[in-house]
């Protein structure tokens, strides 16, 4: 191939020129100019090369484990050689962190090569030695060997892309971690790091070696203040995998949830807890989004699904007497034109003069519900604080609520069940014709079904609930 060369095209409407201008003459749009490589390929003749499907031959998918279960759910299973994951999240959530562990945890079987691109060796060395020495003084170590410092750990503190290449050829790791993505540059390229040229470029880069030489690549990826993933849109479309870190800067879970991944199910939680060692995995998440052992009025209990997880979780409503015009709606972890929705179903058909209240709604834990299946507990627990009732111990509710007032079934009905009988749920309100009558009798659970909201909220809270 010849020697490669840069153009500046528009992002808008695709035209070059050979120099940057801020507006593109051709369509007149302003600071769409990005830079890129063009190279002169040479092909060389050559007979064919394709072949029938199903002549292909069959190759077992052996993936690697991450030495976190939570991490290996997300991905489906774990890291599958040769593919690319994508990490994103804020700044301080802990992405450095769950790589650097998860990195140490698996040097204790294969090759890993770590990157730093944005911190020193020594900076990295003192977080490791950090962690390290406190998992080793804890006891029930989750990654046994993670305090032996004999593992095949190696790292890099390099930000030129050209280097790092060379690295990978000549370790050719099982793993590599680069952290980040947006703080490596291409010499070739003029532009500042972090620049839609530079990570479209390296990532590429990174992208061929690791299929080459079957390398399980881990790449870090910041975000905008927006909350969605820095850099061009080819980026997420070049990787294999798109997890995104999660997590409330004054609470101590982080959610790690998968937003793309080819070798397995999207929208997959895993749950970890921030402490002094580093991140623990949470094997129980639903004590996290779940109250205290005393009810109280306004609250309801529902179970969520988050890919194959199922979660129950508990909410929290206040209504009081408006001092505006115009009555106050806030919701956190529901969506607020959910919370507008079920509000108005609910004054129209219980008749209860909602409009006239400030209403509060939050999700305990700081867990986002955006399915359906909440839609009864929101609405179970507006009416228990508007009417001031506390709800029976031991209840969970689940369903749809229609414009119409009837309850409407949702998925994974069965799985949710299950995880309300083992958490010592005795009571469930469930659309009507669920058919799952057997399977409530099997683990000890009554199974009360409903067709309408009054019928779910008189079998939740009581006959005066809608009087």
Known sequence: ??????????????????????????????????????????????????????????????????????????????????????????????????????????????????????????????????????????????????????????????????????????????????????????AELSSAPGSVAQVRECAAALARIAKSQNTALLLVGHVTKEGILAGPKVLEHLVDAVLTFEGDRFASHRLLRAVKNRFGATHELGVFEMRGQGLVEVTNPSELFLGGDEPSAGTATIVACEGTRALVVELQALVSTTSYASPRRTATGIGTNRLHQILAVLEKHLGLPLSRFDCYLAVAGGLEVEEPAADLGVAAAVVASYRDLIMPGGTVLIAELGLGGQLRPVGQLELRLQESARLGFRRAVVPKGSGLGRLAAGLDLQLLEAGTIAEALVAALGADTVS
């Open 1 to 186: 191939m010849a020697k490669s060369s840069t153009s500046y095209v528009c992002e808008s409407c695709g035209a070059q020129s050979r120099q940057f201008f801020g507006r593109c003459s051709a369509c007149g749009s302003w600071n769409t100019i990005v830079e890129q490589m063009v190279g002169k390929r040479v092909i060389a003749a050559h007979g064919r090369r394709s072949e029938p499907i199903y002549a292909v031959g069959d190759r077992p998918l052996q993936r690697l484990c991450s030495g976190y279960g939570e991490l290996d759910r997300v991905l489906g299973g774990g890291l599958v050689p040769g593919s690319l994951v994508l990490l994103g999240g804020d700044p301080g959530i802990g992405k450095s962190t769950l790589l650097l562990q998860s990195a140490q945890a698996m040097a204790t079987r294969h090759s890993v090569l770590y990157v730093s691109a944005e911190e020193s060796a020594q900076q990295v060395k003192l977080r490791w030695r950090r962690l390290v020495d406190q998992l080793g003084q804890t006891n029930g170590l989750a990654n046994p060997g993670a305090s032996d410092p004999n593992v095949e750990l190696q790292l890099l503190a390099e930000t030129d892309l050209e280097m790092v290449l060379q690295e990978l050829q000549a370790l050719k790791p099982a793993v590599a971690v680069i952290d980040s993505i947006q703080a490596l540059h291409a």
